[in-house]
């Protein structure tokens, strides 16, 4: 039912779901968010670097899910939507419902939640979510 | 001797009214509200604990200091929900705002002055310079049983500081700190049990007076101040009672304890109610403002600081959320059974 259980990957993922770690090539400047290890655009010429990002951005596209996946049934209706990140790059990721109407364009920032909790016994999995400014 | 240099709130959206509650047990709603002079809590949404509420203060707390978080070389955070029994919460926070690895972590216990604890280590590890700035959080996601008289008051919040000595950062210097401490089991909760236990009246003339008058007591008698000193004043706050009448036995006006009082509009935070007490006292002070803050933690003890502002508040102020801009911001009421949905009450097997 859930995505995960050992915990090497949660470890793994821990830079990039708490802080929004992602990475940028020097070569040619282009921001990545998950990570790549190789640059689209320079191939062999890229040279990554780990880039934190601001988690500052805006709502590029939103749907609200009615009908959740098993993880999630407890949580809909949610909206997850696509953040563009002031720095670049599209983030897909849930969108918190504060009392701001959620719209294309609404300012976002970072937020840090449980994402989902392994049973009585797993690990929680905490993830950045997205907040109306 | 050591100083804030940052501080930063958080407090669910989420509220349930007295009302709501006292309607599903029968009770009277307006004698309750007397009686424990409070008129709603916050609930945690169903993604918040106290890790995620530790979080979002420390990570405030970090951008009301200015410093960069590879400074924090400590980090401690006092509660008594930690999400995990065995599994730092401070080594989440460490992560969660940036700090590196050469940073001395560990979660703290002691009821609802586990935070105030941690503010004294920091302190301690400040003035001996083993570090130069270290943070220390005080978070709960409080427990009361249904029905319950602590299920009208536990509520979810939290606040987190940032201690240092540097005079150009430090925007309130401690000038003084003392515990008073005794075994008294006024409140407690077993290992593996989902609710606290409590000795009803017992809690309060033996327990919170007792240790928060003493702890009080001590600290005017190691500084030689007296109440008319303090601009301002924060006493744990169990409910909206027991720090009027203490403020009150010890000789503060209503005056002075009124910016620090929030359990009347958001609960007992528990590890964070007295932070928050001084991170609101300390959006309204003005440089030269002293406020005395005395925590208290069922078990029992009181942590007392003497803490003067510095002029360096007003710099740092347009970069803090202040805590009744976040009261009254975007609040959600639940009813009872998202309320109890939200606080993973509801069994389904």
């Not at chain 2, 008129?39 to 420390?58: L, M, N, Q, Y």
């Not at chain 2, 604890?117 to 590890?125: D, I, R």
């Not at chain 2, 570090?131 to 427990?143: H, K, M, R, W």
Request: glycine letters at 10%; a positive charge; aromatic letters at 10%.
């Amino acid at each position: 039912m859930l995505m995960e259980k050992p915990s090497a990957g949660l470890w793994r993922k821990i830079k990039a779901r708490y802080n929004l770690v992602g990475n940028s090539c020097k070569t040619c400047g282009k921001a990545y968010f998950p990570p790549r290890i190789v640059c689209r655009k320079c191939g062999r010429e890229s040279k990554m670097e780990n880039k934190k990002f601001s988690g500052n951005g805006e709502v590029y596209s939103f749907t609200k899910i009615r009908v959740p996946p098993d993880t999630f049934k407890d949580e809909a209706p949610y909206i997850v939507g696509v953040v563009k990140l002031d720095e670049g790059p599209m983030v897909e990721g849930h969108i918190l419902e504060n009392g701001t109407e959620i719209k294309i364009g609404t300012k976002v920032r970072s937020a840090f939640r449980r994402m989902y909790v392994d049973g009585e016994e797993g690990l929680i999995y905490y993830h950045y979510k997205f907040e109306p400014v | 001797m050591a100083g804030i240099v940052g501080y930063g709130v958080y407090i669910p959206i989420y509220r349930i009214r007295v009302e709501d509650i006292a309607k599903v047990w029968n009770e009277d709603a307006e004698a309750i509200k007397h009686g424990l002079g409070i008129r709603e809590k916050t609930v945690p949404g169903r993604d918040e604990d106290a890790a995620t509420i530790a979080v979002e203060a420390s990570r405030r707390a970090v951008v009301h200091s200015g410093l960069s978080p590879d400074k924090i070389q400590a980090v401690y955070v006092g509660s008594e929900s930690h999400p995990y029994a065995v599994k730092p919460t401070a080594t989440i926070v460490k992560e969660a705002i940036g700090a590196g690895t050469a940073v001395m972590t560990s979660d703290l216990e002691f009821a609802c002055k586990a935070g105030t604890a941690g503010m004294q280590m920091v302190m301690g590890l400040v003035d001996s310079r083993m570090i130069e700035y270290g943070l220390a959080a005080g978070s709960d996601t409080s427990q009361g049983r249904p029905g319950d008289a602590l299920e009208y008051t536990a509520s979810a919040g939290g606040a987190a500081f940032i201690i240092g000595k540097e005079k150009k950062e430090v925007i309130a210097d401690i000038l003084k700190t003392v515990s008073y401490t005794t075994d008294t089991p006024d409140f407690w909760r077993r290992e593996g049990a989902g609710f606290p236990s409590h000795g009803g009246r017992f809690t309060g003339e033996p327990a919170y007076f007792k240790h928060i008058q003493n702890a009080t007591k001590l600290l005017f008698e190691t500084t030689g101040f007296k109440p008319t000193d303090f601009k301002y004043a924060v006493f744990h706050q169990p409910n909206g009672k027991f720090p009027t009448n203490v403020a009150k036995m010890l000789g503060f006006s209503e005056k002075q304890i009124e910016p620090g009082l929030l359990t009347p509009i958001i609960g007992n935070t528990y590890s964070g109610a007295s932070m928050l007490g001084l991170a609101a006292t300390l959006d309204v002070a003005n440089a030269g403002d002293k406020i005395l803050v005395t925590s208290f933690g069922s078990g029992a003890g009181s942590d007392s600081f003497a803490i003067q502002v510095t002029d360096r508040i007003d710099d740092k102020r347009k970069r803090s959320v202040k805590v009744q801009d976040l009261i009254n911001a975007h609040k959600k009421y639940v009813d009872y059974s998202t309320y109890l949905k939200n606080r993973g009450s509801i069994r389904k097997r």
